[in-house]
């Protein structure tokens, strides 16, 4: 057994070296012809890194040949299959820019912003790239709206959307979870579920964003300056009455109705100090005022 195991490794290792002995011999080629058949029998073959090299090599070669266009469009391929999307993205763009009459110039355009998609960072991660390859596909749309990569480009667009979308709902309770009843903090994530609310209306989050806009803004309200608290109490009642006229059937209606019971009696009580102080401050004035006409009697 470790025989033939030898022997087949042996075998693996003396068709690699004459493959790459072959693929050498094809680099050093003068007939710019037969090199650039060879790069497009290894493209054809699914050997891109290899008809990257030799295409990479032509291209200055073939500056004005019939032969540069599809070396251009190949080579740009090449890229793309071998995941370097912003290399592709790039090559994509200067083959649209030299071949505005090729037929695949359409194709090319399209190519270019789908390498933005493929090169989308994870959700969790800064979406710069995101937005950016939304943008170009957007464009593509604009530009080409009978194109028939238009449904395709419609469904890539929307599925960066759903990756933004999740971006700003962990934002937003990260915001929530850190927060440990900090007022900069609470603010934000307030600030944040509102956004989150207005940028995507029918966001399947919404309802959860809905209860932690509540629940941030019991929290903000408990944690600020008194002179402040009747006005954030009543700022979370809003809230949960926002809640409820969207979500009568809420998951989150108990944790909310707690928090909602809270804030009317927090409110009704800074009311009620703020009434009888008043009231203080005016029966004082109005004992001043009597003592001092009394005086000038």
């Not at 075998?11 to 050498?24: P, R």
């Not at 609470?186 to 989050?205: H, M, R, T």
């Amino acid at each position: 057994m470790y025989r033939t195991n030898k022997f087949l490794l042996f075998i693996l290792f003396a068709v690699t070296l004459t493959a790459c002995s072959n693929f050498e011999k094809v680099r050093k080629m003068t007939d710019e012809k037969k090199k650039y058949e060879a790069a497009v029998r290894f493209f054809k073959k699914g050997q891109y890194d290899k008809a990257s090299i030799l295409f990479e090599e032509l291209l200055p070669i073939l500056t004005g040949t019939d032969q540069q266009e599809v070396a251009t469009f190949y080579q740009a391929y090449c890229d793309y299959h071998m995941g370097s999307y912003e290399t592709a993205n790039f090559h994509f763009k200067r083959f649209a820019e030299t071949f505005a009459r090729s037929e695949y110039y359409e194709e090319a355009v399209y190519m270019s912003a789908y390498s933005l998609y493929k090169n989308s960072p994870d959700f969790n991660l800064d979406q710069s790239g995101t937005i950016t390859a939304i943008n170009e596909l957007q464009s593509f749309i604009n530009n080409y709206p009978d194109s028939k990569f238009r449904d395709e480009t419609s469904e890539l667009i929307k599925s960066l959307r759903v990756k933004l979308e999740k971006k700003a709902y962990e934002k937003a309770k990260l915001y929530i979870k850190t927060s440990s009843f900090n007022i900069a903090t609470l603010k934000s994530a307030v600030i944040e579920i509102s956004n989150f609310q207005k940028e995507y209306p029918d966001s399947e989050f919404n309802e959860e964003m809905a209860f932690l806009k509540v629940q941030a803004q019991y929290n903000l309200a408990e944690s600020t300056i008194e002179s402040k608290q009747k006005e954030r109490f009543d700022e979370a009642v809003k809230y949960y009455e926002a809640l409820i006229d969207k979500y009568p059937q809420s998951a989150f209606l108990k944790k909310a109705e707690k928090l909602y019971d809270v804030s009317i009696k927090e409110s009704e009580r800074i009311a009620k100090l703020e009434a009888d102080y008043k009231a203080a401050r005016d029966k004082e004035k109005s004992n001043t005022a009597k003592v001092g006409a009394a005086d000038k009697q």
